[in-house]
């Protein structure tokens, strides 16, 4: 849990007075006309919670069966819409069939550019189409055994496979658990463990940067993987569908594996919608907290969908005619709500790619812009700092005018590449929308209206419907505007995490204990004079690096795995692109060389252990951490040491000063 002086270090009291109206022009066409209109709208959602859900999930969502009762509320355990069915795929899928949105592209895509030996495709899936590719795939689904309420893994590329998988699955009520392609092989061993799975959708290997990453090779490493004890991870694994992206060679082990293309050959279009209940698991989705061992978040059929539904259509203002692109992988909750189940819900186009935003070079984005003419554009501020650093030149060669609305996530956006994205990519007409939210919340949960609400740089600025987020001090009670402290929401909302998957302990210790009542996000944040929140980041053990959340001591315990380490200590630094950097603190075993060698061996180690987004940038060897007579390691210390800083405060419960002097750098 943080600690008192996290909190009140908060010192980022930013100086940015600049405010941006949305101009008359966007305001007229938007859903929500103004800061008037959005108040109205939000007070009623507070004021009469039931009236206001109710009303919401009646209009936006298609249900089999009404629900006896909106919220069933005995904190810290929500159900929503109780009594109520309904399909996920159904909304998504069906209910655009018999009306003119059935011919609109859902999906379009386009693969990894053209290069040595790879084809440089392009797609496009109507609802129609893709409706049918989801049905044969349902039945693809069943017909290798898998039954409601079943876990897969989806461990894929970019391709719209991807897609079809997942709401394969929420058709037959199998519940998804999609791990990001760039995670270990161990990652998808502990995963499937750990939700029982018992099937695995795959690929041959998916494009980036020109080169394959094997995934199907990396399915089968995972499948041989055992505990300490020996014991196989992954017995509960009856079958792997294997899709063919890449055309590398690929093992197939028989009865085991699978193609999904011949699988494809064997079944009919014909797969009605299961009616699911709506408060039965949809997806789990694993991310990383303050211990070792990442969670599997919980979320559920109908408050899940509707959250996805109604922010995608209000925060992003969805027409029509929109052409929507999320480039966030649909490994990580925001491909899941705003790359599928948000747009499709909404009868949306929405566009995928499948690589990198520099290869072959650093306007892929921008070409992808032009030529699809996007007009929506969902990114991270992570992105928006790297390109700022290649320059200029590369949007400027490209056609940007179709954009009309900007959208920022994952992490606190510095003004600099606010006023960049607005200036350079929006050519100044487009509002920014800086949305906060977690894999935890489902949707978005604080963020501008674009038609209604004034921004200023670096601020997420108010609420959603529905939602209410309070700042409170260690005590837990609410402080008033202008002040900072935690972050925590008040009162349940319908896209709310269920709990974590099978450690409902662990859901109640992690985010009903540290304010009773009330669920903590374990970030820190501040409002301005106008209540609006201005997020400073983690309070706990979590780093944001690039916008993918790495937690401290999941990368501490894949260090000391290796068995020339003896002990390790991982602490985030500021860092200009990725916002945060990992710093690890490393004591080896005696008899061990700690040089250059051992520096990139730890680095591998950590790939293979947990994946590439978690090697450490800097490793420091150390002869001791610096630990307290108590023998806690003083992390405070060893941040102030990674980020350069002078030491300050309190050492005088350090056990040995001597270790500070020799951790200052990370040459020999
Ligand atoms: O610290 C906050 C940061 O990302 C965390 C959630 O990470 P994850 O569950 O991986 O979900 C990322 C995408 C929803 C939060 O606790 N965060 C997310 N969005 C913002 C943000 N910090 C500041 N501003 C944001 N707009």
Redesign the pocket.
Known sequence: MPAPDKVTNITSLQTENRVFKPSKEFSSRAHVKSLAHYRKLYNESIKSPDKFWGKQAREELVWFKPWKKVLQWKAPFAKWFVGGQLNVSYNCLDRHLNTPTANKAALIWEGEPAGAGIPGEERTLTYKQLHHEVCKFANVLKRNGLKKGDRVIIYMPMVPEAAIAMLACTRIGVIHSVVFGGFSAQSVADRIFDCQARLVITTDGGYRRGAVVPLKKNVDEALTIKDAQGNSLTKTIEKVIVHRRANNDVRIEEGRDVWWHREMEQVDANCPAEKMDSEAPLFILY?SGSTGKPKGILHTTGGYLLGAKLTTKYIFDLQETDVYWCTADIG???GHSYVVYGPLANGATSFMYEGAPNHPEPDRFWRLIAKYGITVLYTAPTAIRAFMKWGVEWPRKHDLTSLRLLG??????NPEAWIWYHEVVGGKRCPIV???????TGSIMISPLPGATPTKPGT?TLPFFGIVPEIVDDQGKTLPKNSGGKLVIRKPWPSMLRGIWGDMQRYKDTYWSEVPGSYF???GCRTDKDGYFW?V??IDDVL?VA???IGTAEVESALVSNQKVAEAAVVGRPDDLKGQALVAFVTVKTGVVADQNLRDELRNHVGKEIGPVAKPDDIRFAEALPKTRSGKIMRRLLKQIASGAEIKGDTTTLEDLTVLTKLGSSEE
């Open positions: 991310t990580w909750v925001t920022s996530v994952g992490e606190p956006i800086d949305t906060w939210w977690q894999t935890e997420a996000t374990g970030d997020i980041g983690r944001n916008g993918h959340r």
